[in-house]
């Protein structure tokens, strides 16, 4: 990571780096893939996305593309001369930045842990769940999966058991982890929220698909999704699996699979 000691050169590169990086992707997932049924190749460029953005900007460009982007500082602010003011306003500003959304992250992981400590341990067949004392949408953290059994119907119930047993088996809040830790560094950067979005948009889509090859209906399902999603809230790290936009996820259900041929 960049720390304060960077000539202001090298940390204006670092910035401009990763915001093409993350920009380029999510352009690509914009218009290349998001209206693909490839959600498990989806995943892998997402997170790629996220890697990458990450570690790009300590990467080297080719001489001949290092001069196009490079800041070169103006005549008697070289070696030796007092810095400009605005660069250490920038990097104030961009540590403050850094400082926000670090204690965001915290209170986020501080809010789930004092759910996790208000709920007790249970059973649902073969599943292990935590049963929270106050009323929150169902949702999986880890391996964890947190639901109020008595507040749905035994069909509506199964729905949602399996829907979040399938985002806890795949490992997805990991996906949702990696996203918020580069938001901290990269807050100013748009690719970086709008790939984080993305990754949640396209978990919720590849556990639908999921649902629907489990023989599951696809009305019964989309009925179900209906009565769960609301308004209640929760940090995004958990928020992210119930609260998708449901307008694309319907979308996406009713969407053929895509041919092979476009992979």
């Given at each position: 990571?960049?720390?304060?000691?960077?000539?202001?050169?090298?940390?204006?590169?670092?910035?401009?780096?990763?915001?093409?990086?993350?920009?380029f992707?999510?352009?690509g997932?914009?218009?290349?893939?998001?209206?693909?049924?490839?959600?498990?190749?989806?995943?892998?460029?997402?997170?790629?996305?996220?890697?990458?953005?990450?570690?790009?900007?300590?990467?080297?460009?080719?001489?001949?593309?290092?001069?196009?982007?490079?800041?070169?500082?103006?005549?008697?602010?070289?070696?030796?001369?007092?810095?400009?003011?605005?660069?250490?306003?920038?990097?104030?500003?961009?540590?403050?930045?850094?400082?926000?959304?670090?204690?965001?992250?915290?209170?986020?992981?501080?809010?789930?842990?004092?759910?996790?400590?208000?709920?007790?341990?249970?059973?649902?067949?073969?599943?292990?769940?935590?049963?929270?004392?106050?009323?929150?949408?169902?949702?999986?953290?880890?391996?964890?999966?947190?639901?109020?059994?008595?507040?749905?119907?035994?069909?509506?119930?199964?729905?949602?058991?399996?829907?979040?047993?399938?985002?806890?088996s795949?490992w997805?809040?990991?996906?949702?982890?990696?996203?918020?830790?580069?938001?901290?560094?990269?807050?100013?950067?748009?690719?970086?929220?709008?790939?984080?979005?993305?990754?949640?948009?396209?978990?919720?889509?590849?556990?639908?698909?999921?649902?629907?090859?489990?023989?599951?209906?696809?009305?019964?399902?989309?009925?179900?999704?209906?009565r769960?999603?609301?308004g209640?809230?929760?940090?995004?790290?958990?928020?992210?699996?119930?609260?998708?936009?449901?307008?694309?996820?319907?979308?996406m259900?009713?969407?053929?699979?895509?041919?092979?041929?476009?992979?």
């Open positions: 990571m960049v720390f304060p000691s960077v000539e202001m050169s090298h940390l204006l590169l670092l910035l401009v780096k990763a915001n093409l990086a993350l920009g992707f999510w352009l997932y914009r218009f290349l893939l998001r209206g693909l049924t490839f959600y498990r190749l989806n995943r892998v460029y997402l997170l790629a996305a996220v890697v990458i953005g990450a570690v790009i900007p300590l990467v080297p460009l080719p001489d001949m593309v290092h001069p196009v982007i490079s800041w070169t500082p103006p005549a008697g602010t070289g070696a030796g001369s007092p810095r400009p003011w605005w660069s250490d306003l920038v990097t104030g500003i961009w540590l403050a930045g850094i400082a926000v959304m670090g204690g965001r992250f915290f209170l986020q992981l501080v809010s789930w842990w004092r759910l996790h400590r208000q709920s007790r341990p249970g059973s649902l067949g073969n599943h292990r769940i935590r049963i929270p004392d106050a009323e929150v949408p169902a949702f999986s953290f880890f391996h964890e999966i947190y639901l109020l059994p008595g507040k749905y119907s035994p069909s509506d119930l199964r729905l949602v058991l399996t829907h979040e047993s399938l985002h806890a795949g997805h809040s990991l996906d949702i982890l990696l996203a918020e830790l580069e938001l901290i560094f990269y807050w100013f950067n748009p690719g970086a929220w709008l790939i984080r979005s993305a990754i949640a948009g396209n978990l919720e889509f590849l556990v639908d698909q999921k649902m629907l090859s489990g023989g599951i209906g696809t009305a019964a399902y989309q009925y179900g999704l209906l769960e999603i609301h209640q809230s929760l940090p995004f790290m958990v928020r992210a699996f119930s609260h998708s936009n449901l307008k694309n996820r319907l979308k259900m009713n969407r053929n699979r895509s041919s092979r041929l476009q992979v």
